[in-house]
């Protein structure tokens, strides 16, 4: 969801209410004790993301969709009005998957 080139792409992911659900419940343990923020990032900043509104709107940010790109470049670009989604956002979307630990514990 916070992927602009998944949310940009198809729009009907802010739809999905376990999505919506899973997304909230990420702002509660990121934001844990900060009930302001958390109503801040869900009530005030994911809505402008969601709508377009302000630098999300821009053309540039919407070519995110059409190419290779670094999510966290983008969001550390267009995030700027909504620093709380943006510092969450980012230190998510900055996370490796991997499963080389698994694979060492079981070779």
Known sequence: MLSPHYSYADESIFDD?????????????FYSGDDDKQDQVVNYEFQ??????????????????????NPVAWWRMYGVDTPNLQKMAMRILSLTSSSSGCERNWS
Do not use: H, P, W
């Not at 209410?17 to 343990?29: A, P, R």
């Not at 302000?54 to 053309?59: R, S, Y």
């Open 17 to 29: 209410g376990n999505i919506t659900t899973s997304f909230m419940d990420c702002v509660e343990t």
């Open 48 to 69: 402008k993301f969601q709508k377009k509104e302000g630098a999300f709107g821009k053309k540039l940010a919407r070519t995110c969709q059409n190419f290779d790109y």
